[in-house]
T-cell receptor, first 107, second 115 residues
């Protein structure tokens, strides 16, 4: 199956800092989605972004499908941003998840 | 819509017992997925359905695991007999296949502990 790699694996930020999370994938995909798993374990869909750029408040995402990567930007981080961020790529009807970036935002 | 609904939220059972996890997908979604999450293996796809039909069950660990989707609004994942290594968080997720609307939505998960 398709390989999905996320970096960095772990990230610690001071509240208010900005960060960029990266997702690389090994083959052409139909779409790509970003998820946030909060400290209580709930998985929330942040973005459906097969290509281009989208913004939602302090979060934005860019996917360059031709170069097989996606970036998730978090600006002015808050403690509530803590958790694990997963990207998932879709080929056929299958979702392939990366291993995630664990983000800790310190007050 | 209330989102994907899973029950129970927590399940503690003894080795050898039967466990049944339940899922109600978002109304109108035609794909349903069962995932298992552990620290060691991350998120693993167990099985997925399209229009109530199992499409790929290659992720099901062994014959002790079975899944059904008798109608568009209900699915079960059964483990019989359960073993301690089955302890994990089991997620159900659903999506809609129409292009541009394939966002995947997860339920809150079932935390399973097999003693």
């Amino acid at each position: 199956g398709i390989q999905v790699e996320q970096s960095p694996p772990d990230l610690i930020l001071q509240e208010g800092a900005n960060s960029t999370l990266r997702c690389n994938f090994s083959d052409s995909v139909n779409n790509l989605q970003w998820f946030h798993q909060n400290p209580w374990g709930q998985l929330i869909n942040l973005f459906y972004i097969p290509s281009g750029t989208k913004q939602n408040g302090r979060l934005s995402a860019t996917t360059v499908a031709t170069e097989r990567y996606s970036l998730l930007y978090i600006s002015s981080s808050q403690t509530t941003d803590s958790g694990v961020y997963f990207c998932a790529v879709v080929t056929g009807n299958q979702f392939y998840f990366g291993t995630g970036t664990s983000l800790t935002v310190i007050p | 819509d209330a989102g994907v609904i899973q029950s129970p939220r927590h399940e503690v059972t003894e080795m050898g017992q039967e466990v049944t996890l339940r899922c109600k997908p978002i109304s109108g979604h035609d794909y349903l997925f069962w995932y298992r999450q552990t620290m060691m293996r991350g998120l693993e796809l167990l099985i997925y359905f399209n229009n109530n039909v199992p499409i790929d069950d290659s992720g099901m660990p062994e014959d002790r695991f079975s899944a059904k989707m008798p109608n568009a609004s209900f699915s079960t994942l059964k483990i019989q007999p359960s073993e301690p290594r089955d302890s994990a968080v089991y997620f159900c997720a659903s999506s809609f296949s129409r292009r541009g609307n394939e966002k995947l939505f997860f339920g809150s998960g079932t935390q399973l502990s097999v003693l």
